[in-house]
């Protein structure tokens, strides 16, 4: 498993502008596939955002399509979400997740590293 550490969260305006980085201790961080996650008070981990080991291949909820991007740079063991337009539905924690399988995905179960999560909150 891989030490996951989320920073950049906050309490901002609708329409405001957030990015979330997720720094990762391993020498193998190119070899995961990472994703990002959220949960809202009373309801379940959703899947936001998902990148290959290299970043050719990008996954988006359907909530957050064309208004939030994921990135990553391998060589700082780092890897992004710009959130822009921000609504209070995207009200939650956020948490990063890498992936070891043997295949793109962005399904929660298939994450087995997590960090702790950080707060962001979009007022109306």
């Known amino acids: 498993q891989v030490q996951l550490v989320e920073s950049g969260g906050g309490l901002v305006q609708a329409g405001d502008s957030l990015r979330l980085s997720c720094a990762a201790s391993?020498?193998?961080?190119?070899?995961?596939?990472m994703g990002w996650f959220r949960q809202a008070p009373g309801k379940e981990r959703e899947s936001v955002a998902a990148?290959?080991?290299?970043?050719?291949?990008?996954y988006y909820a359907d909530s957050v399509k064309g208004r939030f991007t994921i990135s990553r740079d391998n060589a700082k063991n780092t890897v992004y979400l710009q959130m822009n337009s921000l609504k209070p539905e995207d009200t939650a924690v956020y948490y990063c997740?890498?992936?070891?399988?043997?295949?793109?995905?962005?399904?929660?179960?298939?994450?087995?590293?997590w960090g702790q999560g950080t707060q962001v909150t979009v007022s109306s």
């Open positions: 391993t020498r193998t961080f190119s070899s995961y596939a």
């Open positions: 997740a890498g992936s070891t399988a043997p295949y793109f995905t962005s399904r929660l179960p298939d994450f087995g590293s």
């Open positions: 990148i290959s080991w290299s970043g050719g291949s990008t």
